[in-house]
């Protein structure tokens, strides 16, 4: 199905706000990171190290279910001091 999935940090700067990829009805972080890999393959290295949320719940390797109106989101390491 295809859905929207928010970014932040670089590369949602140097992407858009929100990508658009194609992703079956059960997903995990590595089906998420995949398929936004297909999608933007300029961007696959940054992709691969980014954390994915399903509807503001992290998702890891649980498989979720997901609809078209699902709020997935790709978000990048984050390091501070």
Do not use: H, W
Not at 26 to 48: C, H, N, S, T
Not at 56 to 70: H, K, L, N, R, W
């Amino acid at each position: 199905m295809k859905v929207t999935v928010k970014l932040f940090g670089p590369l949602r700067e140097q992407i858009a706000d929100e990508a658009v990829c194609i992703l079956p009805e059960k997903v995990d972080r590595k089906i998420i990171l995949q398929g936004m890999q297909k999608a933007y393959p300029l961007f696959a290295q940054e992709i691969a190290n980014c954390n994915t949320a399903v509807d503001q719940c992290f998702v890891d390797e649980i498989p979720v279910t997901i609809t078209a109106a699902s709020e997935i989101a790709l978000i990048p390491p984050v390091s501070g001091g």
